[in-house]
């Protein structure tokens, strides 16, 4: 039980869960006043109204987020370790104290201004996880600029593209990446960059390796810039509804969407989420695997854990490097308490087998948590019982960009409660999901599956898509007037709980039948020489759509094509129907994915469809895998 969340004597979930619903504004003024500190008070809880996508939670508030991240804690504890840089290199990692995240923070604001940047700026990070990411993503909350972190990893085209988008006037990165044993040089991507970037005045340049790099006059040497700055920087008094960050997600068709998330609302609802979902309490070691540039890298690397004064890692490497044992030997090494990670992930472990965990020590483990995908059966039962030894709870948690934080995930309250494998189970506070059928009717009741839609406001969803309001509307709030949509398909229980069954736009309908892709992948993957699969619905002249299995094998093992189609034919067909039973399956190397580990699989419905557009693939981790399926796909036609 999160020691803030009582009201009127009810302690309950349930209780709590209906309370936050019916009372929605007592509940969220309430956590609001207690939870943050406010430079002056707000006036109105939420002023809300859907058809016109309009969200504003706390008007005429005024905080400064960086203040409630860093110098509320520094009063009370100032060396208490806020980061643990986790670098590529195993035992190489370094602490910074809450003082001294405030001062680097203080520094890089002071030098953001000397740069003329300020209130309604935007500065572009193209950063690996690091503290000077995190100071910088803070700093700009301090003088009031709005940050855009872009993934370190995408391309030149993808950086610029994102840089024009928000007009940003500054970008800030490093020389160099390193990243499994790997140097990368991002400086070069971005000098590529920022060519067709008018609106970019300067380049901050921090030194992450010790390898020179040509500096141009945009160019500034962020550190040595840095030292010659004051260690107290005033923040700015910001409104509620200010821009905190834009975050870049794609959707299935069009151009990434650059979500915008604002101060209060966001802030509370991602310190809400962390403290509440994982019992996450005073000394843990809070492990969330994903890189800041994604929204769980904001949400639960950054501002849910520092808002709450926590303990939080930035993991620099990769699950492989430099062996498969990497997670379970920081956890060991750096007494991780909450790990938080992806599927794709803890697929990927699953292959090399349980010594990797078992050599390391993992007694400090409290709670384990999933996020990204749909977690398969088998995954879930591995990272239950060989990673936590069956001791630790599996905390399965769905949200998205456009939410802000966690809004369904089995414990939201009480730490005892009933979870169920593989599933996310129930709505966090405030969240009132409702699932919809094509009509657009609402689900009555349990026991059924449809549009997985959110009908109140919550204090931290999204409040527009930068530039493109209108877009904002049509995507979110159009296809199911009064309610949020959220794109994923969802079944409800008899007990009420919620499963998710994918993106919409993966279900496949086979002969009328609706399938999940998750449901299929769930079954596929429960066979043994299968590592992962991804299952994609394709046109089909007599059944409208047709089922696709692309696996890919465990290590070592050799089974020949037919037996194994023979086989998941037989399971698909025991344990979903006959109907769903695959058209073909073809065996690959790699699946293609976007860079935070989501498998694409419109991609490979392209690819089965012969389609010469394949589509957005700027978030795509490597095309050559691709490639590899199209050649693989021409050989089993
Ligand atoms: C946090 C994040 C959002 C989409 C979402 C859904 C899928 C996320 C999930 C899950 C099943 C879970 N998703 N968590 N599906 N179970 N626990 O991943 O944000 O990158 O915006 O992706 O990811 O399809 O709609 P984002």
Redesign the pocket.
């Known amino acids: 039980m999160p020691e803030a969340v009582a009201f009127q004597g009810v302690t309950d979930h349930s209780g709590l869960h209906e309370f936050s619903v019916r009372e929605t504004d007592t509940f969220w003024g309430t956590l609001a006043h207690q939870r943050l500190s406010w430079i002056s008070p707000f006036n109105t809880v939420q002023n809300c109204d859907f058809s016109q996508g309009k969200i504003k939670w706390f008007e005429s508030g005024k905080l400064n987020v960086s203040v409630n991240c860093l110098d509320r804690h520094v009063h009370t504890y100032p060396e208490r370790v806020a980061l643990i840089w986790e670098r590529d290199e195993p035992g190489t990692e370094v602490k910074v104290t809450y003082r001294e995240l405030l001062e680097l923070t203080c520094r890089l604001g002071n030098l953001l201004k000397r740069q003329g940047v300020g209130k309604g700026d935007c500065v572009t990070l193209y950063l690996p996880p690091c503290p000077l990411a995190v100071a910088s993503m803070l700093a700009c909350a301090r003088i009031g600029a709005a940050h855009n972190v872009v993934f370190a990893g995408f391309s030149a085209g993808a950086l610029a593209d994102r840089v024009r988008d928000t007009q940003s006037s500054t970008v800030i990165t490093v020389n160099q990446g390193v990243r499994g044993g790997k140097v990368i040089d991002l400086k070069k991507t971005v000098d590529q960059a920022v060519q067709n970037c008018p609106s970019v005045r300067q380049v901050l340049v921090a030194m992450r390796t010790e390898n020179t790099v040509v500096m141009t006059d945009r160019d500034v040497p962020l550190e040595e810039e840095m030292m010659k700055e004051n260690v107290v920087c005033d923040p700015v008094a910001m409104d509620s509804e200010d821009v905190l960050f834009l975050l870049y997600?794609s959707g299935s068709t069009g151009k990434p969407k650059g979500l915008v998330h604002t101060q209060a609302g966001y802030l509370l609802y991602a310190s809400i989420t962390h403290r509440s979902v994982f019992s996450y309490q005073d000394g843990d070691v809070f492990g969330c695997m994903a890189d800041i540039g994604?929204?769980?890298g904001h949400?639960y690397s950054v501002y849910g854990p520092l808002c709450n004064g926590g303990t939080t890692v930035l993991f620099e490497s990769t699950p492989v490097y430099p062996d498969p044992g990497r997670y379970w030997e920081t956890v060991e090494r750096l007494g991780i308490s909450h790990f938080y990670g992806?599927?794709t992930a803890i697929r990927l472990l699953l292959k090399y087998g349980d010594e990797w965990v078992q050599k390391y020590d993992r007694s400090s483990l409290k709670t384990l948590g999933?996020?990204?995908?749909?977690?398969n059966t088998e995954a879930w039962d591995w990272y239950h019982q060989v990673v936590g030894d069956g001791r630790c709870p599996v905390i399965?948690?769905?949200?998205?960009?456009?939410?802000g934080g966690?809004c369904?995930?089995p414990r939201p309250s009480d730490p005892d409660s009933e979870i169920v494998p593989g599933m996310?189970m129930r709505p966090f506070y405030g969240i009132k999901p409702t699932l919809l059928d094509a009509k657009g009717e609402s689900l009555p009741g349990c026991e059924s599956t449809g549009a997985l839609c959110i009908s109140l406001a919550w204090p931290g969803m999204a409040r527009t898509i930068h530039n493109d309001h209108q877009r904002f509307i049509e995507t979110y709030f159009q296809p199911y007037p009064g309610y949020f949509f959220?794109?994923?398909g969802a079944h409800r229980t008899k007990e009420g709980y919620y499963q998710?069954v994918?993106?919409l736009d993966d279900v496949i309908n086979v002969s009328g039948h609706r399938l999940g892709t998750?449901e299929l992948e769930d079954v596929v993957s429960l066979c043994p020489a299968v590592a992962e699969s991804a299952v994609i619905g394709y046109s089909h002249d007599i059944k409208g759509e047709g089922v696709g299995v692309f696996v890919v094998l465990k290590r070592g093992v050799q089974i020949d094509q037919d037996v194994l189609a023979q086989q998941l034919r037989e399971m698909v067909s025991r344990n979903i129907a006959k109907y769903a039973s695959p058209d073909f399956i073809q065996v690959v190397r790699r699946l293609p994915k976007?860079r935070?580990g989501?498998i694409m699989r419109r991609i490979l419905r392209k690819v089965v469809e012969q389609k010469d557009d394949l589509g957005d693939l700027s978030t795509l981790d490597d095309s050559e895998v691709v490639y590899e399926v199209i050649r693989g796909h021409q050989k089993l036609r």
Request: glycine fraction near 8%; proline fraction near 6%; aromatic fraction near 8%.
């Open positions: 997600t994604w929204i769980t949400s992806a599927p999933s996020v990204g995908e749909p977690i399965d948690t769905w949200w998205q960009t456009e939410t966690i369904i995930a996310a959220t794109g994923d998710i994918g993106r998750a976007t935070s989501k």
